[in-house]
């Protein structure tokens, strides 16, 4: 059977009712897909690569298959960079046709052992990331005026709450030195012992004791118990971390668990671009995002009162990714809320 006959759908018909059989009559790229596409978040989409890897077809047929759905309206692709992300259309959403058809895919997908492969499929999606941040990071960027420590120290006065601040994939601590003099207390996290070897060096003239880098996953469930234990963070940050993110949605929900009631969520990251070299050079994994897309992340995560704005150029240094635009997202947790599932 061909994918269009198993769909049922050889042209979509304005005003012909669709027929959508069980995904799972035949393992393939669209069973796999649409299963995957339902299951858990990491920005909702599969790259051709990846599902070619989950349904162990090769990379032309599954873009056959996949110029196939997209025809038939129901897989949306977009372009980033030379790579393409297929999901499921968003028209479809509330099919209850579709609805049906996923849910028994899924499970005949969880019985042939594709659904199985999707966590690992994501989980691979930074392990170049990992690679690279692991190599020697001997050079520490140039060191701020010295007096800053001592400014910032007067300047905590400005902030209203400023108990616990925690940074996420910290690399070599260069926002650490800013928030040591304004927090009573800073946790900053990396998975790579070589970066925190670098920020270690960056911090040691300060002699700061109130700051703790730990080596972890910012994932671990021991960095979320760490926070907890301390009753939770005023302001939580992710600074060029987002685009290293397996699941960037899964990041931001994330923070806005370590952050107490009323707490502050910062992150810093790209704009939507399309030079490839950054994966290349960088490792990044995202070419950037939307505002749009960093709205809806927020939302997601139960965040309130979003802004989205840009870092004037001339702020970001000569770095690797100065020729990109950055901005920030900074939302709130909700004042009132107790605690939250984590
Ligand atoms: C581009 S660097 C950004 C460093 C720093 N925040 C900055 O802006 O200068 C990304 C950092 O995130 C770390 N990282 C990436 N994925 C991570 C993960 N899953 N858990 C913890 N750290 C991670 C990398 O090791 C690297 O140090």
Partial sequence: MRLCEWWNISKPHAGRRRTIPSLGALPSVGGAAAAAFAGPDF????????????????????????????????VAVRRQGTRAFARLSPDLNGDPLLADAIRSGRALCAEDGSLERVARVIQARDEEARAFFEQSSDEVSALPVAEWSAYLTALRTLLPKRGLAVDLGTGDGALVELLAPLFDRVIAVDRSEKQLEAAARRLSSHGYEHVELLQAAYDDSAIVDRVRELGGADAVFAVRLLHHAPRPQQLVSLLGTLVRPGGQVVVIDYGSHDDELMRERQADLWLGFDRDELFDFAKSAGLIDPEVFAIPAARYGPGPDAHLKWQVLAARRGPKEETRPS
């Fill in 43 to 74: 920005r909702g989409e599969l790259s051709i690569g990846e599902l070619a890897e989950l349904t162990r077809e090769a990379q032309p047929n599954v873009s056959k298959h996949l110029k196939l759905l997209r025809e038939a309206g129901l």
